[in-house]
């Protein structure tokens, strides 16, 4: 018996290493209904310029378009963001002339290449965080035309017969919009013309000059690396916002454009539900590690998230969060049967009864109690009392929780879990959080990512 089950799982685990999927960026199309231009966003062709993927990643999240559509692709080299890495597989940037069909990136760089053609987009932006100062005349060594940050990038002056095709005049506009709404001179917008068709054989290999050879005008926005990461988002999505005020599209978002009400929203809001919410999981301020994470015995993990840059990954015995090239939490995982019978459970929240659907988080001032049928366990991560095992219908305060077993730092936010037998049923999470931030940004409508997981 033993043997045999030791076989069976070996054959799990190889086959699973076969089917893991690698992480491929995603396209988000934030649309009007209403009749405009469509501009085309993208982040993280390079795995090290967080201003940028983060600015796109912001555009999904944070923003919505009246007239008009953005499409954003925030995190174009995934793997390369997730991994901290300029490129894992070489400089993405240079892999749009001639690509062998053997590059590990050809067909993540064919798909982006049909979206940028793709009839409905009108324009391309490509975000980059860029060295120093671009300046049109030497000043020293961080300021000069060989400098690349606080710049908007065309490759030549004009794209003939295209609307929007006066590249040099539409980025001159944007330059205006950025400079506008700057006080310090220092941090000005300039344009940047790289003169590709002059012979630029390292430009001809970018992004937007497969673009431009394809009568699709695009540009380049470079913020500088001087600057930490809030403020080269602050500094890309002011200049996304320039250009869909050139091209027409109109916009609102749900935060003051200012780089502290930015660095404020950035990473602020990061869950992840998994298997379809029988656990959905607040993780914006979590611990470093979450222990005994009841996940699914003899199945792949699936996953869904509220932000493009967040992802999880296998990591030695467990899995570990990242929030692009951040890293949010490793969740050490205890291996259950699941049990599907369970979508709600009443809870005593203040004295009130109310029914929680399984993966929602309730916001409790004084205490709870949990008041499931009597088929179900209950467990509150945390709390213990001697001779009992079954934690339904007892009333719980804050104080009667420890503290180390929260899933955030601040001490607020713990874990209730319904077993029926040996199966998982599904988990709730009750916040002592004084502040109620009732926030409830959608998950993405994404396909659920499907990982392989090692057990
Ligand atoms: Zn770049």
């Known amino acids: 018996m033993l043997v045999k089950s030791c076989i069976s799982i070996f054959i799990l685990?190889?086959?699973?290493?076969?089917?893991?999927?690698?992480?491929?960026?995603?396209?988000?199309?934030?649309?009007?209904?209403?009749?405009?231009?469509?501009?085309?966003?993208?982040?993280?062709?390079?795995?090290?310029?967080?201003?940028?993927?983060?600015?796109?990643?912001?555009?999904?999240?944070?923003?919505?378009?009246?007239?008009?559509?953005?499409w954003v692709v925030p995190n174009l080299n995934f793997e390369s963001i997730i991994k901290r890495s300029r490129g894992i597989h070489g400089d993405m940037n240079r892999k749009f002339n001639i690509l062998s069909k053997k590059d590990p990136e050809f067909d993540e760089?064919?798909?982006?290449?049909?979206?940028?053609?793709?009839?409905?987009?009108?324009?391309?932006?490509?975000?980059?965080?860029?060295?120093?100062?671009?300046?049109?005349?030497y000043i020293n060594k961080m300021h000069n035309p060989n400098r690349w940050g606080q710049s908007i990038i065309i490759d030549q002056e004009v794209l003939s017969?295209?609307?929007?095709?006066?590249?040099?005049?539409?980025?001159?506009?944007?330059?205006?919009?950025?400079?506008?709404?700057?006080?310090?001179?220092?941090?000005?917008?300039?344009?940047?013309?790289?003169?590709?068709?002059?012979?630029?054989?390292?430009m001809e290999k970018s992004l937007t000059y497969f673009s431009i050879k394809n009568n699709r005008p695009a540009f380049a926005v470079e913020a500088s690396k001087s600057f930490l990461t809030y403020e080269r988002t602050f500094y890309h999505l002011l200049a996304v916002e320039g250009f869909m005020s050139e091209l027409g599209i109109k916009f609102q978002r749900d935060f003051k454009m200012t780089k502290r009400d930015v660095s404020k929203q950035i990473g602020n809001n990061l869950k992840i539900s998994l298997y379809d919410n029988r656990i959905n999981l607040n993780v914006e301020r979590a611990r470093r590690y979450l222990n005994y994470v009841p996940l699914k015995k003899h199945s792949s993990l699936e996953?869904?998230?509220?932000?493009?840059?967040?992802?999880?990954?296998?990591?030695?015995?467990?899995?570990?969060?990242?929030?692009?090239?951040?890293y949010v939490t490793s969740l050490n995982p205890q291996y259950f049967e699941y049990d599907n019978s369970l979508n709600s459970v009443t809870v005593q929240i203040d004295g009130q009864n109310k029914k929680i659907n399984?993966?929602?988080?309730?916001?409790?001032?004084?205490?709870?109690?949990?008041?499931?049928?009597s088929d179900y366990r209950v467990n509150i991560i945390g709390y213990a009392k001697r001779g009992v095992t079954n934690e339904n219908n007892i009333l719980i305060k804050r104080k009667d929780i420890r503290s180390r077993f929260s899933i955030d730092k601040n001490e607020k936010i713990f874990r209730v879990e319904l077993y029926k037998g040996n199966k998982f049923?599904?988990?709730?999470?009750?916040?002592?959080?004084?502040?109620?931030?009732?926030?409830?940004?959608?998950?993405?409508n994404l396909d659920s990512t499907h990982i392989a997981t090692t057990h």
């Open 13 to 70: 685990s190889l086959s699973q290493l076969v089917c893991a999927e690698p992480l491929r960026f995603s396209l988000h199309k934030i649309e009007s209904g209403m009749p405009g231009p469509t501009l085309l966003v993208i982040g993280g062709i390079q795995g090290d310029e967080p201003g940028g993927f983060t600015a796109a990643s912001m555009l999904v999240t944070n923003y919505k378009v009246q007239a008009g559509s953005i």
């Open 109 to 137: 760089v064919q798909k982006i290449k049909k979206i940028i053609l793709h009839a409905d987009v009108d324009v391309v932006v490509n975000l980059h965080d860029g060295s120093g100062f671009y300046k049109k005349k």
């Open 161 to 202: 017969n295209e609307k929007f095709g006066d590249l040099s005049s539409v980025a001159g506009n944007v330059q205006q919009y950025i400079n506008q709404r700057l006080k310090n001179k220092n941090k000005f917008f300039y344009v940047k013309n790289t003169e590709t068709k002059k012979g630029d054989v390292e």
């Open 303 to 326: 996953y869904k998230k509220n932000n493009p840059l967040i992802a999880v990954i296998n990591h030695k015995k467990g899995l570990k969060i990242r929030y692009g090239n951040r």
């Open 358 to 373: 399984i993966g929602d988080k309730v916001n409790v001032e004084k205490n709870f109690r949990v008041r499931a049928s």
């Open 425 to 444: 049923s599904g988990m709730i999470l009750v916040d002592f959080s004084e502040a109620k931030n009732n926030q409830s940004l959608s998950l993405l």
